[in-house]
């Protein structure tokens, strides 16, 4: 007889979270690159976690320093220490899920940052998901719904669609989702696309907000049901290409057991289709603490010659 669909994912959700503390935590934190004046540094900490330098700003984008999100436990460890973050200007959070919005995380870097320097930074989340971090010491929450923007530091935000789901628990589907392209006043734009399966609206997106780099999840693909809402690196790939962007930054892998793929298989994965389709040397896969520094979009003299090369830091 056939089991329950919900003993079916209780059981799965079980082998997940037995072996997620079947081996040791990895990885080492580092300290944040130097980034000059007009480069973009990106900085990858971990899973969908990220601190970027972008317009003389430091933005965190769903920050998870959290060794464990309930019973579930990292592989490895978050890329910076909150201590040694830098001055926070902006947090981002894409949508409400653990393992994007993690409150105790949250809660120690507007402490840490009011600490530090007398003033809390300013928290941008999807329409729904407010009352989740207003009680975090953040300078001021805002809201967005897609396409909406808003101005912060100097820094225009842009909410963009995405296609997954924002519901914390089970019933609270009223909390929106979504992703971010943060642009300076130089050229510089990130897109951060959260937690989405493939779908149309990277064209969309690429066409109305023109992106530099983007950072795709690539990983929780298998069952295939999971690609419901999330992509595999094939399609995180494609949504790459349909974006126009020049550099890809891969996420959502390696750090949090959430599919049933082989930990190390992500990233081997897109590599191998970069490869296939001549994209090998615009796809760059940081390890946790690593930072991608990219030259400044407007250089100081006019000779194309004294702008840099890509660098990893």
Request: glycine residues 8%; charged residues 20%; proline residues 8%.
């Amino acid at each position: 007889m056939k089991r329950p669909v919900r003993m079916q994912k209780l059981e799965q959700l079980t082998r997940l979270v037995w072996e997620s503390h079947a081996r040791p935590l990895t990885g080492l934190p580092r300290q944040p690159a130097h980034v000059a004046g007009g480069e973009l540094g990106i900085m990858f900490l971990g899973h969908s976690s990220f601190l970027i330098q972008i317009g003389g700003k430091n933005v965190l984008v769903d920050p998870v320093f959290a060794t464990r999100l309930v019973v579930l436990r990292r592989a490895r460890r978050a890329g910076i220490q909150v201590p040694d973050l830098p001055e926070i200007d902006l947090v981002l959070v894409t949508h409400a899920h653990m393992d994007h919005l993690n409150r105790p995380t949250l809660r120690r870097i507007a402490r840490s940052a009011l600490g530090r320097t007398g003033r809390a930074p300013v928290i941008v989340v999807p329409e729904g998901v407010q009352d989740l971090v207003d009680s975090m010491g953040f300078a001021e929450v805002r809201t967005l719904t897609w396409w909406a923007q808003t101005s912060v530091a100097g820094l225009e935000i842009s909410m963009t669609p995405a296609r997954h789901w924002g519901a914390r628990i089970f019933n609270d589907v009223h909390r929106q989702f979504g992703g971010y392209v943060i642009a300076d006043s130089t050229g510089h734009r990130v897109y951060h696309c959260g937690d989405t399966a493939y779908f149309d609206g990277f064209r969309e997106i690429g066409a109305r907000l023109h992106p530099q780099v983007a950072l795709l999840p690539i990983g929780a693909y298998f069952p295939d049901t999971y690609r419901a809402v999330h992509t595999s690196p094939e399609e995180a790939l494609q949504g790459f290409v349909d974006l126009g962007a020049e550099t890809m930054i891969p996420m959502h892998f390696g750090t949090f057991r959430l599919g049933r793929e082989p930990m190390e298989e992500p990233p081997v994965r897109l590599l191998a289709e970069a490869e296939r389709r001549h994209l090998l040397d615009r796809v760059k896969v940081l390890v946790e603490g690593e930072t991608l520094v990219l030259p400044a979009r407007i250089p100081p003299c006019p000779s194309p010659s004294s702008v840099p090369p890509h660098t990893l830091r």
